[in-house]
T-cell receptor, first 114, second 114 residues
């Protein structure tokens, strides 16, 4: 069975500092991995995905994620955090049993401190 | 190209009433997914539909819940005889045929059962 884990419920970072939001996954076969962001009372916005190719994936709003097969991780990163990055971040993996639904992690709340 | 549309955005129902949630996918998207989000939790997959077909309903409760995606019109998630535990945010996502796993989310319907 596939799953994702986000080990940190909360991440605080000072504005201008680099940020990392962690995600590890468990799948059989090659994973399809995604990051989404959710602002208060809003739906999820797609940030980036890894399907195949380069391990470093660039996405929206200056975010990037690094796929590490040996560590089964897909951490989200940004070189310089903005206050407006404060939101709830979800890592997800595609259901590999044939359906296309996503399994989501429990989310990490990022707070960027001015 | 308008995004995924959901209505209503907020829905209040008394226990025992029926709730109908509507989702119009993005233009050109034929795959629709419904997810439920409880407060401070990640999204949980409920059902995956294509036009006139339910592909995977493994995440949907066996009783009181049903979903459809007719040939014409929006997808409908129907909850009969609602209970307080049904209070949650319900999100719809759609994806295109060429990349069915790349999902775009609507703003959600927040259901409150009183």
């Amino acid at each position: 069975a596939q799953s994702v884990a986000q080990p940190e419920d909360q991440v605080n970072v000072a504005e201008g500092n680099p940020l990392t939001v962690k995600c590890t996954y468990s799948v059989s076969g090659n994973p399809y991995l995604f990051w989404y962001v959710q602002y208060p009372n809003r739906g999820l916005q797609f940030l980036l995905k890894y399907i195949t190719g380069d391990n470093l994936v660039k996405g929206s709003y200056g975010f990037e994620a690094e796929f590490n097969k040996s560590q089964t991780s897909f951490h989200l990163k940004k070189p310089s955090a903005l206050v407006s990055d404060s939101a709830l971040y979800f890592c997800a993996v595609r259901d590999m049993t044939g359906a296309n639904n996503l399994f989501f992690g429990t989310g990490t709340r990022l707070t960027v401190i001015p | 190209n308008a995004g995924v549309m959901q209505n209503p955005r907020h829905l209040v129902r008394r226990r025992g009433q029926e709730a109908r949630l509507r989702c119009s996918p993005m233009k050109g998207h034929s795959h629709v997914y419904w997810y439920r989000q409880l407060p401070e939790e990640g999204l949980k997959f409920m059902v995956y539909l294509q036009k006139e077909n339910i592909i995977d309903e493994s995440g949907m409760p066996k009783e009181r819940f049903s979903a459809e995606f007719p040939k014409e019109g929006p997808s409908i998630l129907r909850i009969q005889q609602v209970v307080r535990g049904d209070s949650a945010a319900y999100f719809c996502a759609s994806s295109p045929d060429r990349e069915p796993y790349e999902q775009y989310f609507g703003p959600g319907t927040r259901l409150t059962v009183t």
